[in-house]
Nanobody
């Protein structure tokens, strides 16, 4: 059974950094482009917002305009793990962060909460 487990969130002050991890299990994810998504407070009825993605095959990366230059996605193929380094955090980055295939076809994990105080 496919499982995605996110971790690494927390409460940080504006300008701070966090490193999120997404451990994937249950199948080989080498054929997927994996992504990070987020959902801000009060937007539970909305689709999760795309943040970043990385292709397993060649490491190509893609970012939402709002996070370019601050967030860095990476992966460890051997560990089936995707990371999101988030720097220069802003209060508007406050959200629950999730990983999934970029097509969002895998079962969602519970996410990891990132809270940025001003």
């Amino acid at each position: 059974q496919v499982q995605l487990v996110e971790s690494g969130g927390g409460l940080v002050q504006a300008g701070g950094s966090l490193r999120l991890s997404c451990a994937a299990s249950g199948r080989n994810f080498n054929s997927y482009t994996m992504g990070w998504f987020r959902r801000a407070p009060g937007k539970e009825r909305e689709l999760r917002e795309f943040v970043a993605a990385i292709r397993w095959s060649d490491g190509s990366t893609y970012y939402a305009d709002s996070v370019k230059g601050r967030f860095t996605i990476s992966r460890d193929n051997a560990k089936n793990t995707v990371y999101l380094q988030i720097n220069s955090l802003k209060p508007e980055d406050t959200a629950v962060y999730y990983c999934n295939a970029n097509s969002q076809i895998l079962p969602w994990g519970q996410g990891t909460q990132v809270t940025v105080s001003s």
